[in-house]
C-alpha cells in the first residue's frame, strides 16, 4: 500500500490506513473521532492505556506522525503529546475539564458525613438528559476550565488537606484515563481518601474494569428500565442494557460494603435512582429490578429531589415542568419497603431547589 498520506482528515482511506481514526471507547456512545481524544503517550502507557482512546499508541512512538501533515497533528511533530483537541456527543475533548472542586454537604450521609464530601464537578456529559440539574456544566462547559492530570492530583491532595472525607468524581466517564494517571499520582503524594465514581451508569463494563485499584467506592445513577423512556429524556434507548451491564460489573468488583468508624463508607456501591414526575410506575419497576438481583447488597438512594430547571424545553416535555408529589415518592418508597429494602437512603421533606445547585465558578480548580 502506498505510504503517501491522503491529507483530509477523516475520510475512509485515512481511518483504513491509521486505527487512530476510529472510534472513542470510553462510553457506550463510541462516538466516531476524526481527530484521536489522546493523553500524554509516556504517562499513557505507563498505566497501560493501550486500548483506551482507541489510539495505537505504539505506532505513534514510530514517527509515523511525520506523514500526517494534515495541520491537525502538527503538535505530535514538536513531542508534545498533551492532547489533541476534538470532541464526540459529550462535547468535550480529552483533558479534563471541570467547574468546581470544593466540599460538598448534600450527598448520603455515608458520603457527606459531618465534614463533607471533596466534590470536582466535571464538565460534559455522555447523556445530556432534558432535565438535567447541572445543566449550566453538562451540556456546555463554557464555566468550565481545562486542567492537566497532575493538577487533578494536586486538587485531590488540596480537597484531603480541607477535611474531605472522600474524592467525589461527579461525570467522571469522558475523563477516565486522565482520572486513572491523577489518581495514581495523588497516591504517590499521600492521598488516602477513598475516591467515589459518581456517574449516570451509562458505562461500557469494560471501561469499569479499568478502574479496580483506582474506584473505591461507586455511585451509578440507575434512571431507567424502559429504553423508550431513556431515548426520550437522554438520547439514550440503550441505557438499560449499559445500566444493567455496568452495575454489575460494579458489583462483582465490590460485593460487600466497608465503613470507617465514622458511618464514611470506604468501599462499596450505591444506587441512585431519582422518581420523574409521572413516573411512579417506572420507577416501581427499577426498583424491583435491583432488589431482585442485588437484594439488599447493595444501597439503594431513592431521590425526589427532581426539580424543573432553566435548561428544560418545557414545550417540548411539559410532564417535566412539576415537581414530584409527596403521594409519589411515598408510593415510592413503601413499595421499596414492601420488597424488602431495608439497605436504603429516602430523602425527607419537600423537594431541594435550584438554588441547592451549587454554583459552578471554577472554585478549588
Ligand atoms: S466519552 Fe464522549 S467522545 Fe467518547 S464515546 Fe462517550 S460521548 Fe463519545
Known amino acids: 500500500m502506498d505510504n503517501k498520506i491522503n491529507t483530509s482528515v477523516g475520510t475512509e482511506s485515512v481511518r483504513d490506513k491509521y486505527d487512530i481514526y476510529r472510534h472513542c471507547e470510553l462510553c457506550p456512545r463510541r462516538c466516531h473521532v476524526d481527530r ?18 482507541t489510539g495505537d499508541f505504539d505506532r505513534t512512538k514510530t514517527g509515523d506522525f511525520d506523514r500526517t501533515k494534515t495541520g491537525n497533528f502538527d503538535r505530535t511533530k514538536t513531542g508534545d503529546f498533551d492532547y489533541i483537541k476534538t470532541s464526540g456527543y459529550c462535547r468535550v475533548g480529552a483533558e479534563p475539564i471541570a467547574a468546581r472542586a ?15 464530601s471533596g466534590t470536582i464537578f466535571f464538565c460534559g456529559c455522555t447523556l445530556g438528559c432534558v432535565y438535567c440539574q447541572n445543566f449550566d456544566i453538562s451540556r456546555t462547559h463554557v464555566t468550565g476550565k481545562a486542567i492537566t492530570a497532575e ?32 489518581v495514581g499520582i495523588a497516591r504517590s503524594l499521600g492521598l ?78 450505591i444506587v441512585r435512582h431519582l422518581l420523574l414526575p409521572g413516573q411512579l410506575a417506572e420507577s ?8 431482585s438481583e442485588y437484594q439488599n447488597n447493595i444501597c439503594y438512594s431513592l431521590m425526589n429531589q427532581y ?47 435550584e438554588s441547592f445547585i451549587p454554583d459552578f465558578d471554577l472554585r478549588g480548580i
Open 192 to 269: 488516602a481518601l477513598p475516591v467515589l465514581y459518581n456517574t449516570s451508569g451509562y458505562e461500557l463494563p469494560e471501561r469499569i474494569s479499568e478502574l479496580v485499584g483506582t474506584v473505591d467506592v461507586w455511585l451509578p445513577d440507575f434512571k431507567y428500565l424502559s429504553g423508550e423512556l431513556a431515548k426520550r429524556y437522554s438520547f439514550a434507548a440503550d441505557y438499560p442494557e449499559y445500566a444493567r451491564a455496568a452495575l454489575s460489573k460494579m458489583v462483582e468488583l465490590c460485593p460487600r460494603a466497608s465503613y470507617d468508624e465514622r458511618g464514611i463508607m470506604k468501599r462499596g456501591v
Open 36 to 53: 484521536i481524544k489522546m493523553v500524554d503517550f509516556d504517562r499513557a502507557k505507563s498505566v497501560d492505556f493501550d486500548r483506551i482512546k
Open 151 to 182: 493538577r487533578l492530583a494536586e486538587i485531590f491532595i488540596d480537597l484531603q488537606s480541607q477535611g474531605a472525607n472522600n474524592i467525589n468524581l461527579v461525570t467522571p466517564t469522558m475523563f477516565q484515563p486522565h482520572i486513572i494517571t491523577a
Open 307 to 353: 426539580t424543573p430547571t432553566s435548561g428544560l424545553d418545557h414545550a417540548k416535555y411539559p410532564e417535566l415542568s412539576r415537581r414530584v408529589t409527596t403521594y409519589e415518592y411515598n408510593k415510592l418508597v413503601d413499595y421499596a419497603l414492601s420488597l424488602g429494602i431495608t439497605n436504603a437512603y429516602i430523602q425527607e421533606g419537600g423537594a431541594v431547589g
Open 284 to 291: 416501581m419497576r427499577v426498583v424491583e429490578y435491583l432488589y
Open 102 to 116: 470544593a466540599l460538598y454537604m448534600w450527598e448520603e450521609p455515608c458520603i457527606s458525613g459531618s465534614e463533607g
